[in-house]
């Protein structure tokens, strides 16, 4: 059972809590309301394992007594081309109960948007309640918790975040108390604004004591001086930008809320005692039984109060942006997302590319799981028999002890195992969603070849990946996306098939017909419905490079000669945006401080031991 931090909030902090009575913890939760101390943390290297016991948002880190095995211990991930991965899901339930039950059941349905941390947040006379954790829903919660949170509604949150104790402080949903009451929150997306909202807040004295951009939300409601209190949670989301999907829960009431461009799902749905559940995914409101009834529309805030729902279109009205990657990759197929069926887009993704390009076979496999969709729908379409040459481990943990003889391929080898009675002389058409930076689907290319496969042919069901993902998703940089620096032919040659073929982009779109101006495709397309605000300047290989803000075109420092022929062997299909570049060196250090000036601003970073 993994650590869990339990926390209660009340708007009249003076009442008892019923959960947790030690005069120590209600002294420091009164001083929640006022200020949020900084928490401190040991500096163990992350892959520690942690137990922590704290009042969200404040966290309190402890190591661990559990010892570390003896032998190599390797993270699997190091080895692995990971997939762009989703930052979070959210639940929220009004009007049952069993609150936070259902919401436990519901956030164990969207756990694949986020296993690193989970949370539960229910009110109960006038009290928020509050138990969150590392690791899996089923980790952290269990009966006795579940016991400690009683009330009729709830929130909650699944999360993905990088490892370590910088985690450990930001697993939602935070609670917080502000002059009228309380209030908790879960988001799912990410703010571009942050770091200047946070700027601005701290510079007036707001104290924050978690690194989410979600803290900036409860901060922006606190000094909102809108009446009534989801006009605060209005006036607030005015000013973010980005993408977010939310759940608030106070007092009595439950909100929900999405951003403008609809980035990310929510859906709201009832059960037929008259509950009211919102899910990132349908897949949720299936588990609970609840029906589904609609989307929480771009730019909508539904407030639930005494089982009524009042729908307030408060906020501006852009062109809407909903992320088609959640169709590509994260949704569950059994999930309806923006009114359309995941699985049914995923069959259709795959039939396009038997269509499009295809290729003489005996027999189609997929890359679990996610592939499996566009894979049967390819095999469907080319009339070539789907059958499972691949066999994806559910058992396998994120770290592995390896042996000293080093193994190769080792952490794909843990995840999938090749079927070689599927594969021996045959011509084999794998299908995956998506390329990232191109190792991992080197590995699964040789994998299937040392299994017997005559020929490897592989068929990506998205567009190649050229851009980062501001709104919410982890990918990797610009530079390590292998479509940003290499053709197709050129990633053909480098995972060693015999031939390769992504999704056409104007495909997707043609398929997604009058819907297609309504989807964001940033990340294939480099067209950023909303700009990042923020320049990050970074070290490759011997040049500094960032993003310019505006046009988010590659900065870079050239400094002409060998600079520049490094440039162009990184970055060929991108145009720079540069205009000058200086760098200082700082003998103290050693480090570099460059400063890049561009058509539409300014980035600077020091970097250390730049060549
Ligand atoms: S950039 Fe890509 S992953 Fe991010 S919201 Fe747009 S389509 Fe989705």
Redesign the pocket.
Known sequence: MAAAHISTLSSSLEKKSNILSSKILRAHLFSLSKTLRKPSFPSEPHKQSLICSSKNPISDVILSSRGKPDGKIVDINEYDDEK?REECGVVGIYGDPEASRLCYLALHALQHRGQEGAGIVTVHDNVLQSITGVGLVSEVFDESKLDQLPGNSAIGHVRYSTAGASMLKNVQPFVSGYRFGSVGVAHNGNLVNYKALRAMLEDNGSIFNTSSDTEVVLHLIAISKARPFFMRIVDACEKLEG?YSMVFLTEDKLVAVRDPFG?RPLVMGRRSNGAVVFASETAALDLVEATYEREVYPGEVLVVDRGEVQSLCLMRHPEP?A???EHIYFALPNSVVFGRSVYESRHAYGEILATEAPVDCDVVIAVPDSGVVAALGYAAKAGVPFQQGLIRSHYVGRTFIEPSQRIRDFGVKLKLSPVRAVLEGKRVVVVDDSIVRGTTSSKIVRLLKEAGAKEVHMRIASPPII?S?????D?PSPEELISNRMSVEEIREFIGADSLTYLPFDSLKKLLGSDSPNF????FSGMYPILPREVKVKRVGNLAVGRCPTCIRIMSLTGGGKFLKEFKRIYRNDIPCKMRGDYDHDKETRAVKVVLTYRHGVGNSMIKSFA
């Open positions: 762009p993408s980035f942006k992320c088609i990657f851009g993902c501001y709104y919410g998703v990918t964001c495709y940033a990340c």
